[in-house]
Each structure stands twice: as C-alpha cells, then as structure tokens.
C-alpha cells in the first residue's frame, strides 16, 4: 500500500514537471516567433528607388560563389524578385491565418501584396520586374524606344547575351505563389480578385514534346511524364524530338543559328527547353488543391507520379532543378501533402524516412559542404517544416524530433532591435548549370519560414 501511494506522488511530481516544462517551452516558442515578427515587420523596405528598390518588399541578395565565364566574377548584389516577397508574404499570411489576433500583420501584408502585382503579366507571374534595359540589346537595329525586360534590378550584367538571357518569361512557381497570395488576401481583406484557372498550368504540361532540357535528360530520366512545366511559354521545337540535337543546341548556345541562344526583347526560356522540377511540380499542386482546382487539373495525375518516381531514385533529395538545398524537397512535397494531395503519401512516407536518418544529435539537419557551409540553419527550417506538415496528416513523426530542431533554431537567432531573425540561407538557384553557385538569401525569407514553422507548432500543441 505504502509502495503504490509512494509511486503516485512520484507520478503527480513527474507529471507536474513535466507539465511546467511544456509550458515553458511552448511560451519560449511563442515569445521568440513573436520577435520574428517584429523583425519582419520592422525590416520591411517602406519607400522606392527607381527600378531599384522597391515599396513592401524585403532585402535579398542574388550571389555568384564562383567565377563563371559569361556571367563574371564572384560577386554579390540586392535583388528584388517576385518569389521572396510573395513567399515571405504567404508565409506570414497563414501566420495570421492561424492566429487572427495577429492585427498588426494587415499593414505589412497589404504593402508585400501591392509589390507582387508588380511582376503580374495577366494572371502570370514573372521572377522579376519589366525594367528598362542596362543597355543595347542588339548589335544592329536596336528600337528606339527600347521595350521593357525581366531583369534584377541591381547585379551588373555586361553582355548583351547575358542580359537577354535573364529576360526570362512568366513561370509555373512564381504563378503559384502569386495567386496563393491573391486567394490569402482576398481572405484576409474581403476582396474578390481573380485566380488563374487549373486549365492555364494544363497548356504547359510534359507531354508529346519535341525538346527536352538536357539537365532533366542527364539526372531524372523519366520523359513524357505528364508533370507540370516550368516555363509558361513555347519552348523551341525540333521536327522530331533526338536528345543529340538538345545537346549539340546547347553546346553551340552563342552561335546565332542556335536554338538555345537567347534573342533580344524576347523571353527565353533557358537553353531553348522547358523543364520539369518536383518542387515547382509540389508549388503547382499545394496552390491547385488550397483554391479546390485540384481535381480539374490533367496535370494533377502526371505531377504525383512523376514526384513518387523522383523519390525512389538514390539521392532524390539532389533532384531538384532549382532548389539545391537538400530538405526544399522535403519541405515542398510535405507542403503539398498537408494542403490535402493524399496522393503524395507514399512520398511523404519516403520523406519522414530520410529525416528519420539524418536529423543530428542536436537536432539540425545539413546540406551539402559546399552549399554554404552546409546551410544549417536553412536545412533545418525546411526539415521543420515538413516534419510539421507530415504529422498534420497523420505520418509517424516524434515531437521530440520536432522539439530538437526548435531547439536547435532557438539557439541560432541574431538579436535585431526589438526583434529577432536568423541568417538566410539559400532558398533558390540559378539553374542547371548555375544551380550550385547563382544562388538568392534572405534573411527576411528564413525568419518567416521559421516564424511559420514556430506557429504551427503552437497550434499542434494546443490540441
């Protein structure tokens, strides 16, 4: 009797404990993701420098780690784009989502949104702004006036090749992004903008082409695949389609006569062909299926199998186009999951493996050694993330790898003023040739993807 009446004050301490702890922790949870915020608010740029700075947007960078031949030198520049503000805007729109007491969110949100319009093109959007050229586009006959291009705003391109070359077109990720950020802010503010429909990602579609890009030929064999492309725009097309003629096109880029060459005041679609990145594929799908498009797409059916088949190649989590931090496909397809894409779970079960078996003893996950330094911050935000996503939906994942990797996190923010952020990492590249050294940070984007991540795991504790 004496044994069972000691075991329960035992047990009633434990449990007090560890009930305290809990709550400690949650409310160290809550106070830094609050300081995030603060930071996003704060940081947030609130005035314009013709073409080059820009209201309602945050400070990113656009770096080249290494000499390459046509682009120059190791160097670093400011660069606004669609992508940063509308992800850093989403991120923060479904903070708020999930905690509408957030007030002081509005202002910020409608400043970011009024910014993304900018790189609108119908109900497409663009990378980067329509700015006036740097410069001559064409040796002869250069028209006066000059046409408006897609380019950053600040990192010096000298070439005409390599200015027409970044004059890219609408694509499906910055679509994606865009018009969830129209749906959150019709919902946060009551309006009523129009969405881009299922039917326009459907012109674009990995099906009975005539060109392939050679990155997708070399590393993700898988042609035909009826996933969703990247580029919204008509990709150069062979008589019939011979993986020699992409290749040779390529390898002749600044001849004239090649098809990959890019051409002034045209859009180019890069090296001449369209491609196929899951996590762009995982965008495509988490925007279709939270504004109930889903089930109306043809592309839906071709972007789940291609994903599931990319998983099961060895070293899938390398695979991504334009994404090379090792957990962004992680975080994309949980992402997707999560939005309700039940299709993806035998993806996500591959995924909740991987980060089974690589998460660290401390609780962070890390990239590869030349990705800078590992990125260990940006790996474990995106591992976060997922793994949040992933246990959403029901998937076996531990909340002491969850609480590891807050830990981790906590451990790493920069005091800023009356808020606190964490050092950017790398959250988008270049491209196949340039995806290991044209790369884009944000300190702004990392917090409020850890700010997102830290919201959902005070919702999921409060359950």
Request: hydrophobic share 40%; charged share 20%.
């Amino acid at each position: 009797m004496r044994c069972t009446i000691l075991c329960l004050i035992v047990c009633s301490i434990f449990s007090a404990n560890a009930q305290k702890y809990n709550s400690t922790f949650s409310e160290k949870v809550k106070n830094t993701r609050d300081k995030a915020l603060t930071f996003l608010v704060e940081s947030q740029i609130d005035s314009s420098i013709d073409n080059k700075q820009f209201k309602g947007e945050w400070y990113g960078t656009m770096e080249l780690t290494e000499p390459y031949f046509f682009i120059g030198r190791k160097q670093k520049h400011k660069d606004s784009n669609g992508f940063t503000v509308s992800a850093i805007h989403n991120f923060l729109a479904e903070v708020y989502l999930a905690d509408t007491t957030l007030h002081f969110l509005k202002p910020t949100l409608d400043k970011a949104f009024k910014d993304i319009l900018t790189y609108r093109n119908g109900q497409r959007f663009n990378f980067w702004k329509a700015l006036p050229p740097n410069r001559k586009l064409k040796l002869f006959g250069e028209p006066n006036p000059q046409p408006l291009v897609h380019r950053p705003t600040e990192y010096p391109l000298r070439s005409r090749f390599i200015n027409n070359a970044a004059n890219v077109p609408e694509d499906a990720d910055d679509t994606s992004l865009g018009n969830l950020a129209t749906m959150y802010h019709n919902q946060i503010f009551g309006d009523t903008l129009q969405l881009i429909a299922s039917e326009e990602y459907d012109k674009f579609l990995d099906l009975h082409r005539r060109n392939r890009n050679w990155y997708n030929h070399l590393f993700v064999r898988y042609p035909n695949s009826g996933a969703f492309l990247t580029w919204h725009s008509q990709e150069f097309r062979f008589w019939f389609l011979k993986i020699p003629f992409t290749f040779l096109s390529t390898f002749f880029i600044f001849l004239p006569g090649s098809s990959a060459r890019p051409k002034a005041y045209n859009p180019w679609i890069p090296f001449g062909a369209n491609d196929v990145d899951v996590v762009v594929n995982s965008n495509v799908l988490t925007y279709l299926t939270v504004s109930n498009q889903l089930d109306k797409s043809h592309g839906k059916k071709g972007a789940i199998a291609y994903t599931e088949y990319l998983l099961k190649q060895p070293r899938w989590y390398n695979n991504a186009v334009y994404y090379p931090n090792l957990y962004h496909i992680h975080y994309g397809v949980a992402r997707a999951y999560a939005a309700g894409v039940d299709e993806l779970a035998p993806a996500c079960q591959i995924i909740v493996q991987n980060i089974i078996r690589t998460q660290n003893n401390d609780g962070s996950f890390e990239s590869q050694d030349w990705l800078n330094n590992k990125d260990l911050v940006q790996s474990t935000a995106y591992a976060l993330h997922a793994m949040l996503d992933l246990k959403s939906r029901g998937m076996n994942i531990e909340n002491e790898r969850i609480e590891r990797a807050i830990r981790f996190l906590l451990q790493k923010f920069i005091v800023e003023n009356e808020g606190v952020k964490w050092n950017g990492g790398v959250f988008f590249s270049g491209g196949t040739a340039l995806r290991n050294i044209l790369i884009w940070k944000s300190d702004a984007y990392t917090t409020a993807l850890i700010a997102n991540s830290l919201t959902k795991y005070l919702k999921m504790t409060k359950k």
